[in-house]
Nanobody, 122 residues
């Protein structure tokens, strides 16, 4: 079992920045990859960024160059640095443990956090 707790969401003006955190606990030795996902009202949940245990990263085209995923293994924490935020980034953001790095995009994840809301005003 893995427990995930997100934090760092909030209200920010367009062009601003936020850093999301996802604290992991439990059987974290089993984690191969993790991802950040988001779901906007009326839209399907989508993969925003993913990172493998050996540091490979993936970004959705819509966030490339603006978002950075990273992890601090000493703190068992996953981060998502979000810069140059746009109103269309407004969504509930979730972190999750992926079964493998390549499977992150299919969202067949066993563990999810509760989500943190990001709202970007224009």
């Amino acid at each position: 079992q893995v427990q995930l707790v997100e934090s760092g969401g909030g209200l920010v003006q367009a062009g601003g920045s936020l850093r999301l955190s996802c604290a992991a606990s439990g059987s974290i030795f089993s984690i191969n990859a993790m991802g950040w996902y988001r779901q906007a009202p009326g839209k399907e949940r989508e993969l925003v960024a993913a990172i493998s245990s050996d540091g490979n990263t993936y970004y959705a085209d819509s966030v490339k160059g603006r978002f950075t995923i990273s992890n601090d293994k000493t703190k068992n924490t996953l981060y998502l640095q979000m810069n140059s935020l746009k109103p269309e980034d407004t969504a509930m953001f979730y972190c999750a443990v992926c079964r493998t790095f390549n499977l992150c995009r299919f969202q067949h994840n066993d563990y999810w956090g509760q989500g943190t809301q990001v709202t970007v005003s224009s």
